[in-house]
């Protein structure tokens, strides 16, 4: 099972799994959930040190000390660890990878260990209200980090992790992907063609009473569009010899975009960034830049930074070319060139995804919070399960329950956090049990 074909959403929603659903929690399983409940304020402890530890993407001495806590959890499970570096060129921290081998179902589990939240942020540290958490990364994601060792340790518990071959991969790179991918995800993508199932634990989903899976994520791509006019006084602007100058020609190719690219179901596309003026420098690598301009003077340069979203590489590249399309079509006297990079592909929803959120909706009922809804890809980002998906069956959403993510008010209900090991810690022994002797 290596390579697996997408299929329709539409199609992929009306497929019903075989097997009868499990209505109760056997008593091992039991034993987990109520070992989990034992010690959910271990878990909270866990995750408050890696919250107070400061690890913005470009933090590289935060990232790698986040990696060193969550090591010292993998060893005493038993996993053999490793760092990853990264070769200069790629600018990024590294990765923690853990491996354990047994009979069975390939499980591969992914968390990353950085946040949005850089050194020069004002959130930097952990604090409580009650059942409400608060600090940088303690939905997006370390909560599901901490999801990931718990879980671990309550089939330890029962004696059930001994036979389940696992690889956890903790990215240090998942809320700024380092480049080239080809180095920056290459053992995240082994660790995918090993796999049979890779499970992602960013924060779950839960609205309308009803908690809700993920088994389909766009893919995340970025676009940078470089704009050239002819530096003039602006008396001359729109003469022939001046022309339109080059702000004009960026607003014409923007307002195009938002016309006549808009409109395709599940796909998105945003400017994000925009320097305009006599002398524009941008450095898109931090999302920074400045701009020199006089309102007398005709714009010589704009630069715009933005990203797509997609349910599939074909509608990525459908829309490129329309991008292109638009930017070719240039104003007087000005030029543009749109730049794409590949970031994150999309993670299609399949059969197989369909068949694992069957298994998660069944744990859920078990566990007396009723049966979970599929949620539309539009719902969420973009994430690293998506580079496993065509080798993997994949579902996504399995850590804790937060709001706020990437913002000042992130923040997790801590009532979630058992929650969400039970889950995954059920799910994985039950796909561990389908094809032990």
């Known amino acids: 099972m290596k390579f697996r074909t997408p299929i329709l959403l539409t199609a992929v929603f009306l497929y019903l799994a075989t097997g009868v659903a499990t209505a109760e929690l056997s008593a091992d399983e039991q034993r987990m959930a109520d070992w989990i409940d034992a010690h959910a304020q271990d878990a909270i402890d866990l995750l408050a040190e890696t919250v107070n530890i400061g690890s913005g993407t470009m933090s590289h001495d935060g990232v790698r000390e986040v990696g060193r806590v969550m090591r010292r959890e993998l060893d005493e499970l038993g996993l053999a660890t490793e760092w990853i570096d990264m070769p200069p060129e790629v600018n990024r921290a590294g990765h923690l990878f853990g491996r354990k081998d047994g009979i069975g179902t390939r499980i591969l589990l992914i968390g990353h260990l950085d946040t949005v939240f850089e050194a020069d942020d004002d959130f930097q540290s952990f604090t409580r209200d009650g059942n409400t958490a608060y600090g940088p990364g303690v939905d997006d ?44 995800r290459k053992d995240l993508i082994e660790a995918g063609h090993w796999a049979d199932v890779s499970l992602g634990f960013e924060s779950a989903v839960t609205f309308d009473d009803t908690d809700w899976s993920t088994i389909a994520r766009r893919s995340s791509s970025s676009w940078i569009l470089e704009v050239t006019g002819k530096q003039a006084h602006s008396s001359g602007i729109f003469s022939d010899d001046v022309g339109a100058g080059a702000i004009f020609e960026a607003a014409r190719i923007l307002h195009a975009f938002y016309e006549t690219v808009r409109g395709e179901k599940l796909l998105t596309f945003n400017a ?129 329950i937060g709001t706020g993510g990437h913002t000042p008010n ?25 094809t032990q002797p």
């Open 410 to 434: 992130e923040s997790l209900d801590l009532t979630s956090l058992p929650l969400g090991i039970k889950r995954a810690a059920i799910l994985i022994y039950r796909l561990g049990a389908e």
């Open 272 to 400: 994000g960034t925009i320097q305009g003026g006599t002398n524009v420098e941008y450095d898109p690598q931090q999302n920074r830049g400045s701009t020199f301009g006089k309102t007398n003077v005709v714009p010589r340069k704009v630069v715009v930074q933005g990203g797509i979203r997609t349910i599939s590489e074909e509608q990525l590249e459908r829309t490129r070319e329309k991008m292109r399309a638009v930017v070719a079509a240039s104003l007087p006297q000005t030029s543009a060139t749109i730049t794409f990079w590949d970031r994150y592909p999309p993670m299609a929803p399949t059969i197989g995804n369909r068949r694992l959120e069957k298994k998660l909706s069944e744990i859920n009922e078990a566990l007396g919070r009723g049966p979970m809804r599929t949620l539309d890809p539009l719902e969420r980002g973009a994430a690293d399960i998506s580079f496993v998906a065509p080798f993997t069956d994949g579902l996504a959403g399995l850590g804790a």
């Open 141 to 184: 994601m370390k909560s599901g980090n901490v999801i990931i060792v718990y879980a671990l340790k309550a089939l330890q518990e029962i004696g059930a992790l001994d036979n389940i071959p696992i690889v956890v991969a903790y990215t240090g790179d998942e809320e700024k992907t380092g480049s080239p991918l080809t180095i920056a």
